[in-house]
């Protein structure tokens, strides 16, 4: 059982599409997050949500839009791409008061033509 | 907000060497310092963590030295092995939790025989 899964792997588009991640979590944790990790491998929060509820937004542009329809899962949608969107998109969850540990999904490797 | 500086960004060792892997952070409310680990097309595992109150903390060939005077803080591999080969993210966080890291730059560790 894959602890957090998300969908798909990959997604090759043209410019100016609109896309989506899907993100589960079956750990039962309370926060979650979308991490970008561009072609140099830095690895940048984008967003996390905790109980449903927006936390962090880090300067990223209004085209990316988080959805959580529930504790579990935390989509990404993605307006007018853009050739610098391309990147690996990470999900990631954890459980506050606990250890901490994020748990990573499997990537999605998004790639704009 | 925290900056986490990463040194060196690659780092080529010979099968049996140690390697050694330092960050600084900025922000001395800093308090919860993970190790995360991302094999090649794989997601970061978290393989060390520790926390401003410990100055060491050793896991068989990995270990983690915290210097909070400093503001620095090493990961340590001993007998490094072809399997050690990844990309290392350090991490600091305010307030302790996983919600509030702000990752390293990376360093590529290569293990050659």
């Known amino acids: 059982d894959t602890a957090v899964s998300q969908t798909p792997k990959y997604l090759v588009t043209q410019m100016g599409n609109d896309k989506s991640i899907k993100c589960e979590q079956n750990?039962?944790?309370?926060?979650m997050y979308w991490y970008k990790q561009d072609s140099k491998k830095f690895l940048k929060i984008m967003f996390s949500?905790?109980?449903?509820?927006?936390?962090i937004n880090e300067t990223v542009p209004n085209r990316f839009s988080p959805k959580s329809p529930d504790k579990a899962h935390l989509n990404l949608h993605i307006n007018s791409l853009e050739l610098g969107d391309s990147a690996v998109y990470f999900c990631?969850?954890?459980?506050?008061?606990?250890?901490?540990?994020?748990?990573f999904g499997s990537g999605t490797q998004l790639s704009v033509l | 907000g925290e900056n986490v500086e990463q040194h060196p960004s690659t780092l080529s060792v010979q099968e049996g060497d140690s390697a050694v892997i330092k960050c600084t952070y900025s922000?001395?409310?800093?308090?919860?310092f993970p190790w995360y680990k991302q094999e090649l097309g794989k997601r970061p595992q978290l393989i060390i963590d520790?926390?401003?109150?410990?100055g060491e903390k050793k896991d068989q060939r990995i270990a983690v030295t915290l210097n909070k005077t400093a503001k620095h803080f090493s990961l340590h591999i001993t007998e490094t092995q072809p399997e050690d080969s990844a990309v290392y993210f350090c991490?600091?966080?305010?307030?302790?939790?996983?919600?509030?890291?702000?990752f390293g730059t990376g360093t590529r560790l290569q293990v050659t025989l």
């Open positions: 990631a969850s954890s459980q506050a008061g606990g250890s901490e540990k994020l748990f």
């Open positions: 750990l039962g944790h309370d926060t």
């Open positions: 949500y905790n109980n449903k509820e927006l936390i």
């Open positions: 922000d001395s409310a800093s308090n919860y």
């Open positions: 520790i926390r401003s109150n410990v």
């Open positions: 991490a600091a966080s305010l307030g302790g939790t996983a919600s509030k890291l702000t």
